[in-house]
């Protein structure tokens, strides 16, 4: 089997370290590595795969001569915007991380257990999707398919670390009273009705890329979506209140089946009338985990056929990092077809 | 101008010192305030309106003889069901902040803002509704009045203050690592998907307060409604994502309007497209505000007419003290006309 050449770049930033971890894990057939970022961060020396690894700075001819087939990219927007065509000429896949990529038609927008078929249609890139809409893809899927999905209310409860290390911190010294740096209001003790700048319509980006994202990779363009997201002050992992709407009725222990039955989601949903505390995913548990969790899931009877959930995922995990690996392994396979 | 002789009962709880500092803010035409709490708690000194209190113990007999006009409830829900029949029989209004009698036909349910009329067809018992209703209720009003509301999402982000001391201290705690003592998972860093236990259709009594509540309050029983409640990390200050779909179709402008007009409410939205940060109620702004906030006020594309929402109020105050000594004050107007 051939083995191939990856490169990761923004490998120092929060979800590029995250890249590295997940990669360790998950022991893809790999040649070499390389590591890339912003000339502040180049020459810096990191520890990966058991050796030692020194950051080369990002510029137009660094992967050239390197052979490299997949570039992992984890750095902004712009820096994804200049430097993804120069890795894609220099004859690598790139699987993209940033927001630059994801609704231009030509880039598939990829959660392999959701649509792995859109791998294929690539033409140099594939963009990773937001962090807050990976984790609802995998839940939605499965429902969208037997139910077909008429509308979405999305809430979110998203955690600091989906800001990067400012966000982090943020929180760690808001704990002492200390004023934010990242966010522009205090982040311990609130919440915080808004994530990226605002746009069309008053909603923020975070909002419109939920419901943009959504459309694109469930294939359903005319799905109707709403949102509203917020962060929260919690460090890992992003907690979701989804209410759906369906065009098919259906059988709550059919639905929860269906949601079990899926790759990559995990039912967590044991609640006992009357008594004191239920099973359900929460942050502080899934931080760490590679899966999507729901629970609470229950009929919405303000409609014909509705359910709410409430989903939660790892958001550099799942949200970033492994999402972005699955990707690299997905392609890899259907390489080896 | 009659002065009117008060009663506080569960004067030492976290609901019921905040109930004293409303009254000492609110200055009721009052004669004398009697404190009443728990065997536990009975012989405690209290400050309060400049002078020193002791709290006398709640027994079957404790009204008697005082000629007590209005008595205020924050004790459980079980000393309200079994005293609170027993201060009407000595006379009393009771305004009560506990569940128990929220629900029942024979007890109007009032939010001063929204519906002092039923205020007028109490027989001894007005209820005080809960936190997380009152602060949606002052919002939704208007725009039922107006547009006619046909349904509601609710996603709540709710404080911890709204669960006791014991609450506050499980997130103060959980900042060191402790483990929680109030609630069954840990608080700080995380969400819990569960206020209350468990009841119909998997839905936690604090979902089907909202629901049912919401319904009585505004006088519109068929009103589609569906909720999912969540603890977040936040001392003070619920938060609530809400998603409304009217009958009628309105103005974005006309609709700010109507919210601006209306009692109780703040407009608080400012946000400009492409600039990082916007205008919008926060819980640690809001804390110690006796009105409701809304902000992030969007049109909804999803429906042909639907608004998504974030209203903010001090949980303790408007969600439960403030609101209950309206309520007095509101009746006292009545008794004067």
Excluded at 67 to 80: E, Q, R, V, Y
Excluded at 127 to 149: F, R
Aim: charged content about 25%; proline content about 4%.
């Amino acid at each position: 089997m051939k083995k191939y050449n990856v490169a990761v770049v923004g490998a120092t930033g929060m979800v590029g370290r995250k890249f590295l971890q997940v990669l360790e894990e998950r022991k893809l057939p790999v040649e070499n590595y390389y590591l890339f970022a912003s000339a502040r961060s180049a020459g810096k020396k990191v520890a990966f795969m058991g050796k030692e690894y020194t950051v080369e700075e990002l510029t137009e001819t660094c992967f050239d001569g390197k052979d490299i087939d997949i570039a992992l990219f984890s750095a902004g927007g712009g820096t994804s915007e200049k430097f993804a065509p120069v890795a894609v000429k220099a004859g690598a896949l790139v699987i993209d991380n940033s927001s630059a990529w994801r609704m231009d038609p030509k880039v598939p927008l990829v959660v392999p257990e959701v649509n792995p078929e859109d791998i294929a249609w690539n033409s140099g890139i594939i963009a990773n999707p937001n962090c807050s809409t990976i984790q609802a893809m995998v839940a939605l899927k499965p429902l969208d398919d037997k139910y077909k999905i008429k509308r979405v209310v999305y809430s979110t409860y998203q955690a600091v670390s989906g800001a990067g290390m400012g966000g982090y911190s943020d929180l760690e010294n808001g704990i002492n009273g200390d004023a934010p740096k990242k966010f522009p209001y205090p982040i311990f003790g609130n919440c915080l009705p808004q994530i990226d700048v605002f746009d069309e319509d008053d909603y923020t980006k975070e909002e419109l890329k939920m419901i943009n994202e959504t459309r694109k990779i469930l294939h359903h363009d005319d799905m109707r979506i709403t949102a509203t997201t917020v962060r929260v002050p919690v460090f890992h992992g992003h907690s979701e209140s989804i209410n759906v709407e369906f065009e098919k009725d259906y059988d709550l222990d059919d639905l929860k089946k269906t949601l079990a039955d899926f790759p990559g989601l995990i039912v967590m949903d044991e609640v006992k009338k009357g008594e004191g505390s239920g099973i359900y995913p929460m942050a502080v548990e899934i931080a760490g985990k590679d899966e999507v969790y729901v629970g609470r899931i229950r009929r919405d009877r303000s409609v014909e056929s509705g359910v709410n959930l409430w989903v939660v995922a790892d958001n550099i995990r799942k949200g970033a990092a492994t999402n972005a690996v699955q990707i690299a392994q997905k392609w890899i396979d259907m390489q080896n077809k």
